[in-house]
């Protein structure tokens, strides 16, 4: 049936995310694993957008479908709703596509009223439990369904509850919970001039209606914005059996992660809180107690959950975050989902589940995604002898964080505007903190847990988090915040490890990342995999070291001018540039040569026989020489201190002027560069392509093996190509002679001008490999100049989604692709095993490794800090394109901020 929009537990599994939001399908596909979750049925996340696009209308076929369903729980459960006698009663809870944890609401104990609140209270023999119930529903019903803000009831209990010396609503007596109920009702009145409706269906189609409104609210329309997922999607209702946490001590409720989601051990990890219902755990109103609570007071229960959890691992092949709520010593599971983990102990799980046989090495290569990568090969934290831990809490989030002090959410977002650096410090934070937290640096919490809102939040961002530091003072109305003899202000340093759970004070140094053991067992395995390889663009000795220590298999893009940077050799490249006559120039060129060849040498060493791809130089001579001004401003300087002169320098501060003057160009990057100069000042060439071969031969006559891979710049047509190999053949025979068979050197071009891609067949007889330079190709085949776009239009454009993305960033596949691609084929109908790769910043991004794998290309070539990340991106290119190819079906994508 194509229009079915409400599915019975057992209808539906965890494939149907798209319809039944990731909380539907999950409860879904627990009901039909045999785990005990209390029965109930998924309203289709279609009828959510129905009811948007029919401005509020609920259609009374879907109410039919409602009443159907009903019927099913109504049987399975032995009771009816609205009985007045043994009333069933319902928890309406909403679910996203992707899980929104907070942003959206649940009513539970619906189907409570005068009469049927009195039926419960005979069946438990509690009229205590019973009236505490209807109270929650009041409380619920009255914000969500009739939009009267929390507030409003929280004052109230509040005060009821400090009249009766108690601190939550479990410990009132019933004369009290009458007087509450009450109160609460006059709040309904008093607001909504209308009472609490005491017709139950009444209550469960507005409560429906609710959940469906309460996705376009506002900290959900935040929290979309944040984690991008799309305005249009709509949430599902979930409408369950209601199992109650608060009905006795041998009851209560609870969350548990079935691994540590901070490091990945495997040891289960949760809060629990006896006598208690719905989000009492998570809310940070009660500190709740370890999950070892359970273990001594209720061990048949945890042996149980110990056996879910397994069950929910092997179903799902990740950490789960689950929810589950005891009642009468039977456990109940409410919920699971991917929890939401670092990035260590995503890895750590994939690994550990990988050799535990629960997933296979594949599956674990594909969960890894660029942000994990990201986190772990960015930060951490270099503690020094002096930094004074001011206090100790939990550790949340791992990563260090320093920044100024902010006391609330929208300070911190508007400091943080201002490009300030804020540690957000709260109490507790709850879902209306959520732009706060965004803008903070790190997070600081005096109460709740690690599965406090808090925590969840900021570890599903990245962001680090220290939470229940209860040694803190917080003193809101003065903005302090008191650890022992230290008082802080708003706007004081101070920094936070979510690594370890420790404040200090001050400013704290940042450590450089470190390749885990975990880590390296997977790219070992992405190694087993991937097809294409990874090389890295870099162009000193050190780095080149850095390249392959984090798994480079050559080096793709050496830049030559950057080796010409340093402030010892650049005076020798200016006096390249301005030789008076050509024997000063060789003499200059002369002095270069030996220290070209020295850092030739030393990479080719590093590498030991890997490709090392050098590519000659590239960018116009100008960029060598000072600023017209700066110059200008120097003569003047000259002039005034060498009255009747040292013309020596004065002449040839002017010679320098006259050269600038002769070089500058209205548009350099069109204009005199790369294969063009070389061609038109071949004399730096020369030198170059030389101080490569005596680079080779020295390392030829100490053994060591090498493979110089000579790569020309900016060719647009075949016969710069021709002339500028013909210059490096000859130097090779002049400089290697007999020793020229034992050096296997190759000549190739960089492909970055649109006509050499569309000309490919007529440059690859020329060449023996093509380097996609993507940046310039993107520039050029756009007509964009980077900077220039991405300073004025190019945020725009992505806004208005004019481009899908950055193209520099993203691989335009359709435009620069497409030329790629032809360029590929051209090239490869001419020499079959032409090689060919990117290199270019795209090297290092998903999108366009995948499509580099896709087309064919040999490699790819990224920064050495990007080589890890490549290595995964190209064997999960691998194993999704035979997978693909095997025609199984696609891999079901769970999302991991679920
Ligand atoms: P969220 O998406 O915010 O996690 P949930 O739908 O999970 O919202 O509901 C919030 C809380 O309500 C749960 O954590 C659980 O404690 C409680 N709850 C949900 N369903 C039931 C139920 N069937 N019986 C008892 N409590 C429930
Ligand atoms: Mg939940
Ligand atoms: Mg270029």
Redesign the pocket.
Known sequence: MTNKRVFLFHEGNASMRELLGG?GADLAEMTNAGLPV?Y?FTITTASCRDYYTHLGHIPLTLIDEIKAALRVIEDKSNKRFGDPSDPLLL?I???AVT?M????D?I?NLGLTDETVEGLALVTGNRRFALECYARFIQMYGHVALDIENNAFTKVLQQVNQESKVDHIGQLAEARLEELILKYKQVVLHRTKKSIPQNVEEQLIDAVRAIFRSWSNPRAKVYRKVHKIADDQGTAV?V??????NLDETSG?G?LFTRNPSTGGNEMLGEYLPAA???E??SGTRTPLGITYLMQTLPAVYEQLHEAASQLEELYGDIQDI?F?IEKGQL?I??TRNARRTAQAALKAAVDYAEEGIISKEDALLRIETEHLNQLLHQSIQIREEDEIVANGLPASPGAASGQLVFDAETAESWASLGKRVILVRRETTPQDIHGVIAAEGLLTLRGGMTSHAAVVARGMGTPCVCGCEELELREETKELLCFEHTFREGDLISIDGGTGKVYSGEIELREPEISEELTRMLDWADEVKKMKVFANSDHPKDVKLARTWGAEGIGLCRTEHMFLSPSRLPLVQRVIVAGSNQERQEALQRLLPVQQSDFEQIFIEMDGLPVTIRLLDPPLHEFLPKLEVLEGRREHLNMITLDGDTDELEKVDRVIEKVKELKESNPMLGQRGARLGIVFPEIYDMQIEAIFRAALQCIHRGIKVAPEIMIPLIGHASELSVLRKLVDGVAEQVLREELKNCPYRVGTMIEIPRAALTASQIASHADFFSFGTNDLTQMTLGYSRDDAERKFLSHYVEQKILPANPFEVLDQDGVGELIRIALEQGRSIKPDLIAGICGEHAGERDSIFFCHDIGLDYVSCSPYRVPFARIAAAQAQILSLRNAADKPAVIHISTTA
């Open positions: 909380k209390p109930g928890a809870r909403s679910g899980s944890p907070g942003m959206m649940t539970l979930s369950q059996e209601m199992i109650f946490g409720t969350v219902q719905g989000e755990v998570v929810e709520t109940y409410l919920q």
